[in-house]
């Protein structure tokens, strides 16, 4: 009888033990995304990217490009029926966004999420960047099973949260904080379909934004080592 209660008593300890065998640690998710978009050997190859999205806001079109630079440099222009409404340009170091609303220049711990989170192939730099990344359980997104990683920056000033796929191992889901309008930080939630190969990168084809501005794009074009120069990252 003695051990049937110990038994009993220590069953769920064993169940807790077992669950946290079978979750896998958060490099070990983000090895397995790395190895799906292409493999750390070819992205380590890759330098910069040119994805060109369309999209339609009111009817009317959108075009969307982005460029992307190893290891933090990017830009993101949006043109709505040929007019450019909003450009945002990351050197690496700060941030300068301007459109119809005026211009602004962000730097320090304010330009730090933006930065991370355009890191080109972040999750082969987050550990060597010093964030912190762990894996708080799984959730279903869109009907898939995934694992929830939540990233801090080095100085915990900044979180985001990354969905990966279980079974594929790809990134279906982002949701961060981003500065807001009078409204104060918003939400974001980037959604990630239709993921299919561009010269060995897989990169999705359908990119659907909520909260902040709605949106959903598609990706028409990705263009992997376009020589894109330094000098398109460039802040004056």
């Given amino acids: ?13 064993l169940c807790m033990q077992a669950l946290a065998q079978d979750t896998p640690t958060a490099q070990q998710v983000m090895d397995k995304y790395i190895a799906a ?19 339609e806001a009111n009817g009317n079109p959108v075009m969307i490009t982005r460029r992307m630079k190893a290891p933090n440099k990017f830009s993101q222009v949006i043109n709505a029926n040929g007019m450019e409404v909003m450009r945002m340009t990351g050197d690496g170091t700060k941030i300068a966004m301007g459109g119809m609303r005026g211009n602004q220049t962000i730097e320090g711990a304010a330009a730090q999420g933006q930065l991370l989170q355009n890191t080109l192939f972040g ?40 969905f990966y796929d279980k079974e594929s191992g790809l990134k279906v889901q982002t949701m961060s904080q981003q500065r807001g309008g009078p409204q104060g930080p918003q939400t974001v939630t980037m959604q990630y379909k239709d993921y299919k190969d561009f010269k060995g990168l897989k990169y999705p084809t359908t990119i659907a934004q909520s909260g902040g501005r709605a949106m959903e794009m598609s990706v028409d074009k990705v263009k992997v080592n376009d020589g894109v120069k330094d000098s398109e990252f460039e802040i004056k």
């Fill in 1 to 13: 009888m003695k051990r049937f209660w110990m038994t009993l008593l220590l069953a769920p300890v």
């Fill in 123 to 162: 999750e082969m730099r987050y550990a060597d960047l010093g964030v912190k990344s762990t894996v708080v359980g799984t959730e279903a997104v869109n009907g898939k099973d995934t694992y929830k990683v939540v990233h801090t920056s080095a100085d915990g000033a900044v979180t985001w949260t990354d």
């Fill in 37 to 55: 978009i292409g493999g750390k050997e070819f992205l380590s190859t890759v330098n910069d990217l040119r994805i060109e999205m369309s999209s």
